[in-house]
Structure formats: structure tokens, C-alpha cells
């Protein structure tokens, strides 16, 4: 059976189509509507119609920014405003006459990488996206593990300060608040005064201003990840969006996770993804 994966991302929408050797036979990316739900619900419907004109036994996928809600069946916790509350997976089946897949970005993200990527020899993977926001993705022996509600795997929204940042989900403390790019942005500014984009700030380090975001910044890092690491214990940690460019995370940032896990054992892989930010389509293809 061949298959087709769709990634709906905040700028670029993009389809692949896969054969059953997960050879990439097409795709395709475009511009995704901004703030407009009827119209994402036909670009995405009119990309899977187009790569899927010359065959006829396939499966689709669809990765989405957040989570479908298990009471409701309606999407829950999106960056993508104008997904929440509405019944998405059941809107895109309709206009396809087609069961599909869906899931969230980290979970296709951890699944590309556990089955395609980096982390093809290791059975328990923890895939992390760390970018305008902080999230993650489960995977045992090949498989999603998605959790009773659907949140398994969603350590942005961890309390790593008690009474901390304010987040959008509408609680303090969240690790998203401390490690997402535009929190470590707010942070910069909120230290020196002035607004630099997270390259920039990264280029500006060699001052005790920049010496003093860096070590907050892996303070939070390390704390965060060995958390994870202390309640899940993974074979490995794939780090996954634009955060994951940042070299000092798997040296120095490392060493920040080991000097805080609860064993006298710390030596949990923690690597750079391979299929970059193909990921989310590859992992949604191997949702069936």
C-alpha cells in the first residue's frame, strides 16, 4: 500500500506520497492559509487528491499542530488558532471520502525519526521539538504511546518553576516559558533592553550579560530533560525544530541533564535529528 503524508505547518503546508518500501516517489510543498480554517481544510484535501491521482490503495496521515481531544473529537492546544474546537480529522474525511490518520507535530516527528531517522536502532524514543513552542513524542518498540488523554509526551507543559513565566495554557511555570525560541527572546530583551532575534543572540554571547542568559538557559534545558529522563527513562532523546541548530545542547547542555538525573548512571543519548523539517510529513505518512 502506498502512502501520504501531509504536514500542516504555520507557513509551509507539505505532502509526500511513499511506496511500500517508504521510497519518496513525489512532494510537494506550498504556502499554508493563514488563520483561515475552510481554506486549510481544502489545501490539504486538494494536495492529497493530487498526489494520489495515479494510484489507488493508499493510506493518508496528517500532522497537525495539536491534539484532538478524546471527549470532544475536536482539536485541542493549537498554535494554529483557527484548528481549535473544530472537528478537523472528521471535516478532511468528508471532503476526501477517506479515513485518515492525525496526529500532532511531535508525535510524527518522533515517529519519522524512531522509524526512518537517527533513532532507528533504539526501542524507547523520546522526540522533543523545541522551537516557537516546546513539545514532545513518545515512541515503544515502532509504536506511538499516546497516553489515556492524549498528552503523553508533553514536557513543554511541565512546572519547572513553581509561580514562574505565565503560559498561554494558562498556568505558571511551564518549561515552554523558559526554552521555546520566543521566551528565550523575551528573556534576552528583559536582560539588556534590546530585541535580538535567537541567532543574533546566539552571536552575542561573549559578554556577562550573554554568559548569564546562556547559563539560564541550560539550567532550564538540563532540568527539564532530566525530568524526563527520571520519569520515562528512554533509550534515547531525538531534539527536533529550530532550537535543535543550537551546538552547545549536545555538549554543555547535555552535561546539564546528567548533573540532575536521579541515577548514578546518566549517559542517555541525546541527538540531533536527521529528516530536519521533513520529519512531520514522513511521521505522518507512517501513521497506517
Given at each position: 500500500?502506498?502512502?501520504?503524508?501531509?504536514?500542516?505547518?504555520?507557513?509551509?503546508?507539505?505532502?509526500?506520497?511513499?511506496?511500500?518500501?517508504?521510497?519518496?516517489?513525489?512532494?510537494?510543498?506550498?504556502?499554508?492559509?493563514?488563520?483561515?480554517?475552510?481554506?486549510?481544510?481544502?489545501?490539504?484535501?486538494?494536495?492529497?487528491?493530487?498526489?494520489?491521482?495515479?494510484?489507488?490503495?493508499?493510506?493518508?496521515?496528517?500532522?497537525?499542530?495539536?491534539?484532538?481531544?478524546?471527549?470532544?473529537?475536536?482539536?485541542?492546544?493549537?498554535?494554529?488558532?483557527?484548528?481549535?474546537?473544530?472537528?478537523?480529522?472528521?471535516?478532511?474525511?468528508?471532503?476526501?471520502?477517506?479515513?485518515?490518520?492525525?496526529?500532532?507535530?511531535?508525535?510524527?516527528?518522533?515517529?519519522?525519526?524512531?522509524?526512518?531517522?537517527?533513532?532507528?536502532?533504539?526501542?524507547?524514543?523520546?522526540?522533543?521539538?523545541?522551537?516557537?513552542?516546546?513539545?514532545?513524542?513518545?515512541?515503544?518498540?515502532?509504536?506511538?504511546?499516546?497516553?489515556?488523554?492524549?498528552?503523553?509526551?508533553?514536557?513543554?507543559?511541565?512546572?519547572?518553576?513553581?509561580?514562574?513565566?505565565?503560559?498561554?495554557?494558562?498556568?505558571?511555570?511551564?518549561?515552554?516559558?523558559?526554552?521555546?525560541?520566543?521566551?528565550?527572546?523575551?528573556?534576552?530583551?528583559?536582560?539588556?533592553?534590546?530585541?535580538?532575534?535567537?541567532?543574533?543572540?546566539?552571536?552575542?554571547?561573549?559578554?556577562?550579560?550573554?554568559?548569564?542568559?546562556?547559563?539560564?538557559?541550560?539550567?532550564?534545558?538540563?532540568?527539564?530533560?532530566a525530568n524526563v529522563i527520571d520519569i520515562l527513562?528512554?533509550?534515547?532523546?531525538?531534539?527536533?525544530?529550530?532550537?535543535?541548530?543550537?551546538?552547545?545542547?549536545?555538549?554543555?547542555?547535555?552535561?546539564?541533564?546528567?548533573?540532575?538525573?536521579?541515577?548514578?548512571?546518566?549517559?542517555?543519548?541525546?541527538?540531533?535529528?536527521?529528516?530536519?523539517?521533513?520529519?512531520?510529513?514522513?511521521?505522518?505518512?507512517?501513521?497506517?
Open positions: 500500500m502506498y502512502k501520504i503524508g501531509v504536514d500542516l505547518g504555520g507557513t509551509k503546508t507539505e505532502s509526500i506520497l511513499l511506496d511500500e518500501n517508504l521510497i519518496v516517489l513525489e512532494r510537494k510543498r506550498i504556502s499554508t492559509p493563514q488563520n483561515d480554517y475552510q481554506e486549510i481544510v481544502k489545501t490539504i484535501s486538494s494536495l492529497v487528491l493530487d498526489i494520489s491521482k495515479n494510484i489507488s490503495d493508499f493510506s493518508v496521515g496528517v500532522c497537525t499542530p495539536g491534539t484532538i481531544s478524546k471527549q470532544t473529537g475536536l482539536i485541542k492546544n493549537s498554535n494554529t488558532q483557527c484548528l481549535i474546537g473544530r472537528s478537523f480529522k472528521e471535516d478532511l474525511e468528508k471532503n476526501l471520502g477517506k479515513k485518515i490518520s492525525m496526529e500532532n507535530d511531535a508525535n510524527c516527528f518522533a515517529m519519522a525519526e524512531s522509524t526512518m531517522g537517527v533513532a532507528k536502532k533504539f526501542n524507547l524514543v523520546f522526540g522533543v521539538i523545541m522551537g516557537t513552542g516546546v513539545g514532545g513524542g513518545i515512541v515503544i518498540d515502532g509504536k506511538l504511546h499516546r497516553g489515556r488523554t492524549n498528552i503523553g509526551g508533553e514536557w513543554g507543559h511541565h512546572t519547572l518553576h513553581r509561580n514562574g513565566n505565565l503560559c498561554y495554557c494558562g498556568k505558571t511555570g511551564c518549561t515552554e516559558t523558559y526554552i521555546s525560541g520566543p521566551s528565550l527572546e523575551k528573556r534576552w530583551t528583559m536582560l539588556t533592553g534590546n530585541s535580538l532575534s535567537l541567532p543574533e543572540i546566539l552571536s552575542n554571547l561573549d559578554s556577562e550579560i550573554g554568559q548569564k542568559w546562556k547559563d539560564e538557559f541550560l539550567e532550564n534545558f538540563g532540568y527539564g530533560l527513562d528512554p533509550d534515547a532523546i531525538v531534539l527536533g525544530g529550530g532550537l535543535s541548530n543550537i551546538d552547545f545542547l549536545y555538549t554543555e547542555g547535555k552535561q546539564s541533564v546528567y548533573s540532575k538525573v536521579f541515577s548514578d548512571l546518566a549517559d542517555t543519548p541525546i541527538i540531533k535529528n536527521k529528516l530536519g523539517d521533513s520529519a512531520g510529513v514522513f511521521g505522518a505518512a507512517l501513521l497506517n
